[in-house]
């Protein structure tokens, strides 16, 4: 059964950074390999819907990212370690969220509906 595991939140001080880490496995179960699935960063505030951060398809083509976090947080992904990431640069308090890795066959999309795997998620909290 594909799993994603997530890690790397914490607490950071504002215009501070975070990596996130998104540990894949089992993909192959589904009769696919990880490099035919896109890969996106989801994030959801308390009180807030779950909305799309950013998606990445292959190694180095990047699709988007939302308008609050260009030019601050950077995706990227290793196929070959099974893992994606989340660079995140300049942190600010409206960035805290539970971020949550998902899993999407071929296409990326921004709609919570239209992910095939989820990860559990992990707590982004900036605070001075």
């Known amino acids: 059964q594909p799993q994603l595991v997530e890690s790397g939140g914490g607490v950071v001080q504002p215009g501070g950074s975070l990596t996130l880490s998104c540990a894949a496995s089992?993909?192959?179960?589904?009769?696919?390999?990880?490099?035919?699935?896109?890969m996106s960063w989801f994030r959801q505030a308390p009180g807030k819907e779950r909305e799309a951060v950013s998606c990445?398809?292959?190694?180095?083509?990047?699709?988007n990212y939302a308008d609050s976090v260009k030019g601050r947080f950077t995706i990227s992904r290793d196929n070959a370690k099974n893992t994606v990431y989340l660079q995140m640069n300049g942190v600010k308090p409206e960035d805290t969220a539970v971020y949550y890795c998902?899993?999407?066959?071929?296409?990326?999309?921004?709609?919570?509906?239209?992910?095939?795997?989820w990860g559990k998620g992990t707590q982004v909290t900036v605070s001075s």
């Open positions: 998902a899993a999407r066959w071929v296409r990326c999309s921004n709609y919570v509906a239209d992910m095939n795997y």
């Open positions: 089992g993909f192959t179960a589904s009769g696919f390999t990880l490099d035919v699935y896109t």
């Open positions: 990445i398809r292959s190694e180095d083509i990047v699709t």
